[in-house]
């Protein structure tokens, strides 16, 4: 992680589909680095991210949910 200085949010891209128990490890494991190197920066978590599994997302420790086809696509979203 060297070079992120200045840097205040990591992306972590997910494969919209893809299964949380295969995200779950790496977000985790993003959390501890970023944990064990007391960095001030915001794990950010986009792809695949809806609100039957976001409460699992940040329990895995990303700060900041991206949601667009969760949001924009279903029938009861904001874009119909």
């Known amino acids: 992680?060297?070079?992120?200085?200045?840097l205040h949010r990591i992306p972590l891209r997910v494969t919209a589909?893809?299964?949380?128990?295969?995200?779950?490890?790496?977000?985790?494991?993003?959390r501890r680095i970023i944990?064990?190197?007391k960095l001030s920066v915001e794990l950010e978590v986009d792809g695949g991210t809806n609100?039957?599994?976001a409460r699992?997302?940040?329990?895995?420790?990303?700060?900041?949910?991206?949601a667009g086809n969760s949001v924009f696509k279903p029938k009861e979203g904001i874009g119909q």
């Open 56 to 66: 699992e997302i940040v329990k895995a420790g990303a700060d900041v949910l991206v």
């Open 51 to 53: 609100a039957d599994n």
């Open 17 to 30: 589909g893809k299964e949380l128990r295969y995200t779950r490890p790496k977000i985790a494991d993003m």
């Open 35 to 37: 944990d064990d190197r």
């Open 1 to 6: 992680m060297e070079g992120i200085v200045g």
